[in-house]
Nanobody, 125 residues
Framework: QVQLVESGGGSVQAGESLTLSCTVSGYSIGRYCMGWFRQAPGKEREAVAGLSDHSTSVADSVKGRFSVSRDTAKNTQHLQMNSLKPEDTAIYYC????????????????????WGQGTQVTVSS
């Protein structure tokens, strides 16, 4: 059984940083494309970043501020979020794909088979 558990969310002031973690069981993150998505109140879920052995992708809205990494030994991936803005406020989700490469699909919500429960990030001005 595949399980994804996010952690690290919280409430911060604009300009501060947070690091989200996604610990995975029943699935080897080193073999597949993994993603981060977020959903703000009243909005659709949107892609934030994707990571595989072959590529790293970050949404234009967070480029230069967010970065993604993973520790395959711990089967955990991370989303480092710097210079946070109020518009970054959302529930952040970790997602796991069944494809080895993220290219061309990392930002497609329908490509992901497994999801975490989400962690709230609130940024105040």
């Amino acid at each position: 059984q595949v399980q994804l558990v996010e952690s690290g969310g919280g409430s911060v002031q604009a300009g501060e940083s947070l690091t989200l973690s996604c610990t995975v069981s029943g699935y080897s993150i080193g073999r597949y494309c993994m993603g981060w998505f977020r959903q703000a109140p009243g909005k659709e879920r949107e892609a934030v970043a994707g990571l595989s052995d072959h590529s790293t992708s970050v949404a234009d809205s967070v480029k230069g501020r967010f970065s993604v990494s993973r520790d395959t030994a711990k089967n955990t991936q991370h989303l480092q979020m710097n210079s946070l803005k109020p518009e970054d406020t959302a529930i952040y989700y970790c997602a796991a794909n069944t494809q080895a490469r993220c290219s061309g699909l990392w930002d497609n919500i329908h490509e992901y088979a497994y999801w975490g429960q989400g962690t709230q990030v609130t940024v105040s001005s």
